[in-house]
């Protein structure tokens, strides 16, 4: 009798299936009307353990014979079953916990409660606070694991009011020249920082621009310039900036960007001493017609993963097989070859920049051997498999990342990176892994082992660039390493952490959404990091809608070991998935959103939705269409390699889950006198 098994898939196909096999036919045994799981609790904490037992009833309510034949668990990120029916819980979320007894499912939902708050961590003031000044503080409570709960409370309190006060936002006024000691306090957890209290040297302030004109979405910086009784320069002084009117943000530093048009006024401070500025604001006016070229359908199957190069067009699926395309002439793509491997979903797909050689990755293998598969793509018509590496990486690859002779891969067993040499392309072997040292692992003594994916840890995807890997390592965040760069001397064999960004995604997201970091993708000193949030229960599978949501996160990279998020863009109608950032234009699949074209010129700060930074928006329904009329758009891409005038022409190509690849181009700009960056090509052949 083989071991009854619990298939979880996680992330962009996200869903729980329960399958029992066996090698014999026995007498099928009485089905339960209902399944009782007890105990019936409610509410746990994350960290806690509960013993689940099961018992199949009758119409009557009668115990009848029969015994759990598996235990499952969902989102497998919250929350981890055994065989026995111990649960262990991660994360904070609904968990649906279920067995299946003579055939009969039964489920138990229970809602996970976050950590307390450990500690608070106070942002430390770049300047003092001058007598009669005012400097406002910032704190982010945080569990024992380091997610932030910023939907708690804090009190401030200051341990010398008669040098400084502070109110309940955490505002502190100078009273009198000395230090003083702000406290914050969140429930048992308490921060303080100390604060300058000094007399203000400043006796004139002026603001530079005086006066000035900008876009929504231009980041203009004010600098305050202060003289003291004498007339000479006063060196840091402590500036407080304020604005006029809703629609805007002015920031610590002086920064300023709006995200609607307007007449704003900019006011700059120091105790009793003030000056304005005025900024006019303008619509950014970059929207551009968008027009289909051609459309390959998909109407009894499902896509996945896209990658363009050259005149081809490599489409994985949801399925066993691989498409490719010929996309030479953008108006008629021609299929020229169907590769078919053994597994249920392709996910990723991508090649060499001489494309000559091709990985996809597999999951859901008959054989349960999933791992990679390297292709000869040098004949694109004529794909042959070269050889498969499975050793490691037997429980199934999520995504894979092609650099020189190595491949970085996602192991959906362990939650671990694998890097694989294929410079033998017929023999290729592991040459190292990392683990994300997990949340858990540190603070919490009893925590289970980081080195399971069932039990927390899961490695979503990545990019490598310049020697860097970034890793969407999903509730862990974002993880920086050095695999080559130098920087902490690291290498593919020898990977080095380098930096670490959090976000709580329950508190983002709430209860009862499968929440993570997805994907990222560098440019410049921007990270753009997306998160992907679908129900905590769905089939992909089906004909039915599935709702999404998500925020794509924009990061500075300057400092890569203390990373900083500056922007987000989160369109209300859909969720982020993949994107791909080329010559200041941000191409993105945003599922129901469809696809998505973002100006990503300039310094990025604040709502990029808002701004009216979106170039061009494609609806990818089709009535024809796995799921008629609804968008799931996987990801969006120009051709960045190996291109002829794809790029200078504005072509780019959407993957739909529902409907196939889309090939659209940009158009006329929609406002009379709108700019719009011009892509440009390199001396040595490559867009950028």
Known sequence: MRKPRILIVVSGLLAVS???????AKPKAEEPASV?????????????KIKLTAAGKDAAGKQIEGKPAAWFAAPGDVAFVDDAGTVTFFAPGRATLGTVINGKPGYLRINVLPMDVARIEIEQ????????????LSATPRTERGDPREEKAVEWSSANPSLATVDGAGVVSGIAPGSVKIQAKSGAAVGSVTIKIT????????????STKARTGDVIHFTASARDSKGGPVKNPSIVWSLSGSGATIYPDGGFVAEEPGTYLIGASSGQHQATASIVVTPRNVEREIEVVSHVLFSNEQASEEWIIGSHAYLGTISDHLNVYDIADPANPKMLDSLKVDARLINDVSTTPDERIGVITREGASNRKNGIVFLDTSDAAHLKVISEYTATVTGGVHSAFVDGHYVYVTDDATGSLRVIDFQDVKNPKEVARYEVAHKAEADQPNAPAPSEFSKGLYLHDLQVKDGLAYLAYWRDGLVILDVGNGMKGGSPEHPQEVGRFFWNHHELYGDGWIAGTHSTFRYKNY???GDEVLPDLFNIGSRERIPTRAILHVLDVTDLQHPREVAQYQVPEGGSHNFWVANDILYEGYYNGGGRVLDVSGELRGDLYRQGREIARLWTGDPKGFRPNLPMTWG??????K????????LIYFNDINSGLWIAKLGKPKYRGSTFATPTRESNGVIH
């Open 125 to 136: 003031p770049g300047r003092p606070v001058v007598v009669g000044g005012v400097l406002k």
């Open 199 to 210: 007399t203000d040297p400043v006796q004139k302030l002026a603001i530079a621009p005086k």
């Open 18 to 24: 329960c399958c029992v096999w066996s090698q014999e």
């Open 636 to 641: 969006g891409q120009p051709c960045s390699i």
């Open 527 to 529: 990270l753009f990091v």
């Open 36 to 48: 009782e799981i007890m105990p019936q609790v409610t509410d746990v904490h994350v960290g806690d």
């Open 643 to 650: 291109c002829s005038s794809d790029l200078l022409n504005g």
